[in-house]
């Protein structure tokens, strides 16, 4: 039986309706698949990832080749219509402040008791029901994944939307502990809200680690590569 990819999880935020153009294609796209940038102090831009920052901005697809080629070609200064100064290593910037986003939901989420974490509370929740997203450690075991996966397969006949995409410490700081394997998102809104930056932080980093096993990553498609997984995100793809 084929299975819809564990990474594709279904976006829904506020914003996916609203469309912007993208400067570097042209192509008028959701404000979900895309990145702000505005001009800071002394005319350098700054990935705006909350659109929240005052003044004309700057969109881009959400993808690091898009971010370069818009630096390189002056495409930045074209739309804000001023000396738009690029900084080095602005797609990493812009990376690092998605994956900071995605954290802090998932620190939200702690905060709100949306979320279970551990391998105990995860199993607990997945055998009360479905959970809207499962977060596994990139750099987690393979047993105790296998384990959910299998556990969540048995009882709901499908595999969980699921990402790995950050560390145990990163995953730790976000919960306040000091490493965590395994993590799921009981609140639909908040599981929503993650899938929309995740779907953007898919554009620079893989959403399913290639080092995960085919048994893990379930069917093909491309899983583990960052365009791949972004773009199930992206289309809203159910699971």
Known sequence: MNYPASSQIEAKDRNAARERRCVVSGEVLPEAQLIRFALGPGDVLAPDVAAKLPGRGAWVRADRASIEQAAKKNGFAHALKAKAKAPDGLADLTEKLLAKRCLDLIGMARRAGAIAFGA????????????????????????????????????????????????????GVALGRERVIHACLLQERLAAALATDIGRLAGFRTVV???????WRLVGGGLGGAGAAGDAVRRGDRV
């Open 209 to 215: 680690p290639d080092s995960w096993p085919d048994s």
């Open 120 to 171: 105990t509370q995860v199993e607990q929740a997945i055998r009360a029901k479905p959970p809207f997203l499962l977060i596994e450690a990139s750099d987690g075991a393979e047993e105790g994944r296998e384990k959910l996966m299998s556990l969540h397969i048995g009882l709901w006949g499908r595999p969980p939307a699921a990402i790995g995409c950050f560390s145990a410490a990163d995953l």
